[in-house]
């Protein structure tokens, strides 16, 4: 049998006769590929990327001389539409690469290793390439860049060649140049859109993101921005002004009608979406000053620094008080009180970390992660005046057609959630914006003709798809914490229109991925295997249906979950909607109607796994979530989950190897087994005490953060052998190392602000955070903004945590029916990292990262204490004390305790001499922390009076409380005076002496002193418990007198 010959095409092109032929040859070969998908394999099996490589590296910078060869008259008849032979055949070879980019996942892995993405990179450059071979090279670049978003189901792939090679200081400049070209020209128009959707297509991390901002990309996306502003005639710039019409406004010309605002929104956001120190340099960007520039303002001032002109416990009426000429566009507010979004009190714990920390949760492209993040923090508003820009684009949001109505309202609540907005603005987005984005929910939405880009060629969804995916994540986006948001969105039937989407997403019919070519010897996988890399196809990924219905699945439960996170009214509306059998076949690793895809799995090697179509990561990320937000109902808990079945996929998420499921997975379970939850037992049974055990040993912080927090949970009011047997499974010895996982980092401390202790182990100093002294810790001005924030988290939500009954136990002796009595125990809030608000360069990465995991490790170690708290409470707590000591080892505990206690020591001397000038600064522990440690000893004290003695004789631990009466904090003051009730409580006759002991020791101490000046206490119950504690101490020195 004869081989087949190459065939002349790939002859010609591979050693050309003349460059006419090798136009013609490359015409020949794009006339055969393109919509010809079994051509598309069979020419990348016979090589053909190596050949076009070549020609496209004949590319040469000598940008002048190219145009001086255009616009001149000479070799004209080697010209083809203004170009030379040699540009004829780069931009035929552009296109074909296009056309095998076009053919999906698949052809990524041969292009990359083709060699084809440097040269194609090297041809985007205005000034060096003629305006078509620019424009080719970004329509191939952004057809590679939708093939890799569909080559992995959590959206990131080992083959990363076109992010690496893109995001240098050479090539970003390149698209700096591209979005500030200000020429009418369709051309120039189409290659600024494609430039902007391949930055929102390629930006997954935070180091990419900062390399834009740094490049100068974001501020030339805030250019483009400013050009729709003028176009729009809304600039307030005194030489033009609002209203007069279109015009220049500085170096700003205005946006023509071949112009498309879409594609640069998309791309802002891409930037500013996790960093609210970019949001506020784009806010801040001079073309912004430019274009809102005031006759009173310095246009070059900082957004920071303008002049606080609202009064933030009014509520906004923009017809009233409007700030800029821009809000009389927009239709007038109603007058209402500011009701709180504040998450409301519950007897659930508040929602807690579900994302990886520190860089994991940087590059997630999952937005289900993401939107935990943003529900564990409050919402925040600024305090100065609000930048125009807010305005007018809530006046787009309205105006435009959907596609970029849509991406003004996504930027807007990225703005809104960052807290750049005034306080008025949550009605108004609750008014204005949410039934727009109802409205963008309806099966019969008709998509206006001007919605369509013809700019971006993406081949990855379509505008009404796009609509579809996008519009519940803004939603979710703007609902999470906001009450006010959230009524609006149930009030417009959001509700029901989710519920609907999610349900017809399992009628879609997935098609099968493209087809090999049919050949009657077919290569075998030993033959493919022994081809170069640039002539075998990678792995199929999964198709653009697919990718729209995981899309789909994954923002309709984000957006469920953020509307059903905080009452149990819509919680109630979603379950009669009949979405819980939903969001469990979401969770489910396998779906029997459902045809399994193979997806490969993440990580440095490809190994394959079987899939539902749709059940990819995302998805059932974000299913935990919304399993998550509705088990935070008694009542969902005990019928529609528990009926539905949800613990068992579940489980099968808790084993699997994916680090973000487990996470996930047990996130839920800390809902589910709480004391009243009747799958409590179940899960029990079914082996969930030893697998969170295991992950609670897991490098991965919030894994194991949210395994102990589970633990916590699964320990209070258990038997006693689920206590035993869960304090063995994780090892005494592991348990104190948690607890005191203060990490020395006194190496570092000029950039990380370490307390230094007395033991050199070190701990954060927080900003303006209350220490136990009651003093407000601001040492070093320097400190960064998102460790300030992220210190006071466990702080902010302390209102709500001491709501939770989770760990009630005997802590009083003195009630009415002299039985024992029900305190509530105080939860950390267990929430998930920040994200970053500073980063600007590699070393704030750095910085951040650092300081993340001290926060938290410094819940983990709150969590760990509450875990000795519940083991020692309730049914048989005078054995599990005794069983507790023996195990952590009695003096350890006790000097465990008192070192959670003892005040830092700063050691400032190298870093800011003006602090002191001994260059030593006592810094007290976070008050959470002394919370959890207050509420151990108060369990013991309320044990067998043989353990009361023993706590007595701790002197120094005792001491260590004495100020701690005077603390500004309620609850910790609460702690003391349990401490002191139970000390003094006389079991029966036989304690009386040993009592009357207790009782002078505590007056030695001072004790006596501090709680007579708690009788002008601000909280009545606190009065009146230290009433009864005095009440104790002086009958027992009474009767001894």
């Not at 008014?431 to 003709?449: F, G, N, Q, Y």
């Not at 997403?505 to 170069?532: C, F, G, H, K």
């Not at 040993?994 to 708690?1014: P, V």
Request: glycine share 6%.
């Amino acid at each position: 049998m004869t081989r087949p010959s190459t065939p002349p095409i790939l002859s010609e092109l591979r050693s050309a006769s003349s460059p006419a032929s090798q136009v013609a040859a490359l015409r020949a070969l794009k006339n055969e590929v393109i919509g010809h998908e079994q051509k598309k394999e069979m020419w990348i099996g016979l090589g053909v990327l190596a050949p076009i490589a070549r020609i496209l590296n004949t590319h040469k910078g000598s940008g002048k001389r190219r145009h001086r060869d255009v616009n001149g008259s000479r070799n004209q008849s080697k010209r083809r539409g203004g170009r030379s032979d040699e540009e004829e055949a780069r931009l035929q070879a552009i296109i074909v690469v296009g056309s095998l980019a076009y053919g999906g996942p698949a052809y990524v892995s041969p292009i990359h290793a083709g060699l084809v993405i440097s040269p194609l990179l090297a041809l985007l450059s205005p000034t060096e390439s003629p305006p078509q071979l620019v424009l080719a090279a970004l329509r191939t670049l952004n057809a590679v860049a939708d093939s890799l978003l569909l080559s992995r189901s959590d959206h990131n792939t080992t083959d990363n060649g076109l992010l690496n090679l893109l995001y240098t200081e050479q090539h970003l400049q390149t698209i700096t140049n591209i979005l500030l070209q200000f020429s009418p020209s369709l051309v120039a128009q189409q290659q600024i859109a494609l430039a902007a959707a391949l930055i929102h297509k390629t930006c997954r991390d935070e180091h990419q993101r900062v390399l834009l901002a740094q490049a100068g990309v974001l501020d030339a996306l805030a250019v483009r921005l400013a050009s729709f502003v003028v176009a729009t005639g809304c600039s307030l710039n005194p030489s033009t002004g609002v209203g007069s019409g279109p015009g220049h406004v500085g170096d700003i010309p205005p946006a023509n009608s071949r112009s498309r605002m879409a594609p640069v929104l998309q791309a802002i956001t891409a930037v500013i979406q996790h960093s609210r120190a970019r949001a506020i340099q784009f806010l801040s960007a001079q073309a912004f000053a430019n274009v809102f520039q005031k006759p009173d303002t310095d246009a070059g001032s900082s957004y920071e620094r303008k002049a606080a002109v609202w009064n933030a416990s009014n509520a906004f009426s923009s017809r009233q008080a409007p700030p800029n000429l821009i809000e009389n566009l927009l239709p007038p507010m109603p007058n209402s009180h500011f009701r709180s979004s504040l998450v409301p009190q519950s007897n659930f714990p508040p929602r807690g970390a579900l994302g990886p920390s520190g860089k994991q949760s940087q590059t997630s492209k999952s937005f289900s992660s993401a939107i935990e993040v943003i529900q564990s923090q409050g919402l925040e508003f600024i305090e100065e005046e609000e930048s125009p820009l807010i305005a007018w684009l809530l006046h787009i949001a309205r105006i435009e057609n959907e596609v970029t109505g849509l991406m003004a309202a996504w930027t807007l609540a990225i703005l809104y959630r960052h807290g750049l907005t005034k306080r008025g603005r949550e009605a108004t987005f609750a008014l204005l914006l949410v039934p727009l984005l109802t409205r963008m929910l309806d099966k019969d939405l008709k998509i206006s003709s001007d919605a369509s880009s013809p700019h971006d060629t993406s081949f990855l969804t379509s505008p009404e798809n796009a609509i579809e995916e996008q519009a519940p994540l803004v939603l979710a986006m703007l609902a999470a914490n906001s009450l006010e948001v959230q009524k609006a969105a149930a009030d417009a039937g959001a509700i029901k229109k989710l519920s609907q989407l999610l349900k017809e997403s399992y009628d879609v019919i997935i098609p099968n991925s493209t087809a090999s070519l049919w050949a009657p010897n077919p290569s075998t996988s030993a033959q493919t295997e022994m081809r170069e890399e640039g002539s075998r196809l990678g792995h199929n990924g999964i198709s653009t249906a697919a990718y729209h219905v995981v899309r789909l699945r994954e923002s309709v439960l984000v957006a469920l979950a953020a509307i059903a996170s905080d009452k149990d009214e819509y919680r109630k509306t979603i379950i009669d909607q009949g979405v819980i059998p939903f969001v469990i076949r979401t969770l489910k690793s396998g779906d029997a109607n459902s045809p399994p895809q193979t997806i490969p799995q993440t990580g440095s090697t490809l190994e394959s796994r079987k899939v539902p179509a749709g059940n990819h990561k995302d998805a059932i990320l974000a299913a935990c979530g919304a399993a998550r937000a509705l088990s935070r109902s008694v009542s969902t808990l005990r019928t529609s989950l528990m009926d539905a079945g949800l613990a068992a996929p579940l489980f099968v998420l808790l084993r699997c190897q994916d680090m973000e499921l487990q996470i996930a997975a047990t996130a839920v379970v800390v809902n589910l087994v709480l004391s009243f939850s009747p799958m409590r037992e179940a899960i029990v049974e079914a082996g969930a005490l030893k697998i969170l055990c295991e992950h609670a040993h897991s490098m991965n912080t919030n894994l194991r953060l949210n395994s102990v927090w589970a633990l916590k949970h699964l320990v209070y009011e258990a038997s006693k052998d689920i206590k035993v047997k869960c304090l063995e499974e994780l090892g005494p010895g592991w348990l104190k190392q948690i607890i005191n996982n203060d990490v020395d980092f006194h190496t570092s401390t000029s950039t990380s602000r370490f307390g230094d202790r007395e033991d050199g182990s070190a701990t954060p100093i927080r900003m303006s955070t209350p220490n136990a002294a009651g003093e407000q810790v601001d040492l070093l001005n320097a400190v960064e903004e998102d460790s300030r924030e992220s210190s006071q988290d466990l702080e902010e939500d302390g209102e709500e945590d001491l709501k939770m009954s989770d760990s009630i136990g005997a802590l009083g002796r003195a009630e009415l029916d002299r039985k024992q009595h029900n305190l509530s125990s105080h939860h950390t809030n267990g929430r998930g990292p920040l994200l970053e608000t500073t980063a600007m360069t590699s070393r704030n990465i750095e910085r951040h990262s650092s300081h993340q995991g001290l926060t938290d490790d410094l819940a983990i170690q709150k969590q760990g204490l509450d875990l000795i708290r519940n083991l020692i409470c309730g049914t048989g707590a005078l054995e599990m004390i005794d069983f507790v000591f023996r195990e952590l080892g009695q003096d350890k505990l006790f000097e465990m305790l008192a070192a959670k206690l003892r005040p830092r020591v700063l050691n400032t001397f190298n870093r800011d001499r003006r602090l002191s000038e001994s260059g030593i600064r006592h810094i007290q522990p976070h008050t959470e922390i002394i919370i959890s440690t207050c509420y151990i000893i108060v369990h013991i004290a309320a044990g067998h009076p043989r353990q009361r003695q023993l706590l007595i004789s701790q002197t120094e631990l005792l001491k260590l409380i004495v100020p701690l009466f005077s603390n500004p904090s309620k609850d910790i003051r609460t702690c003391c005076v349990w401490l002191v009730t139970n000390l003094t409580w006389v079991d029966d006759n036989s304690d009386n002496m040993n009592c009357k002991t207790r009782a002078r020791e505590l007056m030695k101490l001072g004790i006596f002193e501090k709680l007579e000046a708690m009788d002008h206490d601000e909280v009545l119950d606190i009065r009146e418990r230290a009433k009864i504690a005095l009440h104790q101490i002086s009958t027992l020195l009474r009767s001894q007198g």
